[in-house]
């Protein structure tokens, strides 16, 4: 069992850091052809071709995940990393209410927010982390050097190095199954339709709808970070908003 908890300047020296990892990026300088990265926390390389005219997103509706774990199994079968990493998850946490009520017991999904403005991008000494014209952010395994900085930078904690490759690692929406008309291995599993994936530029897509059907719900992560993800959440407690780490009313039930 373990409670974390931050100071309130914690957002600021986030974004400082950030700050000091692109700086750091540049001063390596980018391999190959890559074009190199002016020292701003702003800057974004130039995104790489993708599904045209596509922007994916996800909408996780926490009222209906039960915390069964299906999407988490799917995608390490579908993706097979090694044993005890896992790209995405869903924590157990419990919310005091400070007024002596049994704890709110909440499955919070995890994974990696595909953000418009990814920090995870930039810090790259190499461009092996880049983002696809659809929003979809991956790693070139080949060109990764696992040298951590996207780790680091990442807000979400969705990062990881691989312990087998060596190189990072993290969702990729199942971009090879949406490529071929397939949902991504945690939408496909879930039993409860918790998750939705779909083009956020199409008005009519399912994922647009639900948003639209319930916009004073939506909420992110972070939003502070100003990362702008495009993971959104339906029933979000507002003790998660800011991040889960350092919140004096949340407690995560188990390590991982």
Known sequence: MSENRLSPTTSDSKRSFLQELVALATGFGLAGTAQAAPATPDFQPTRRPG????????????????????????????????????????????????????????????????????????????????????????????????????????????????????????????????????????????VGGARVIGDLNDPASEINQRMAAHQAEIKVLKPDMKTQPRVFYIGLPDEFVHGVDGQASVRLLSDH
Do not use: W
């Open 51 to 190: 599904m045209e005219g596509k922007r994916f997103g996800m909408l996780v509706d926490m009222r209906k995940c039960i915390g069964c774990q299906a999407c988490t199994v799917s995608c390490s079968v579908e993706n097979q990393p090694p044993i005890g990493q896992f790209r995405t998850t869903v924590l157990q946490y419990e919310i005091n209410d400070g007024a002596g009520s049994a704890p709110a017991m909440v499955s919070l999904p995890r994974l990696c927010n595909h953000c418009d403005s990814p920090p995870c991008v930039p810090v790259c000494p190499v461009q092996a982390t880049f983002q696809r014209t659809d929003g979809i952010v991956l790693v070139d395994n080949e060109r990764c050097v696992g040298c951590g900085y996207c780790v680091q930078a990442c807000p979400y904690d969705a990062r990881f190095i691989n312990h087998e490759t060596q190189t990072a690692d993290k969702c990729t929406f199942c971009e090879h199954r949406l490529e071929v008309g397939l949902l991504p291995a945690c939408v496909e599993s879930c």
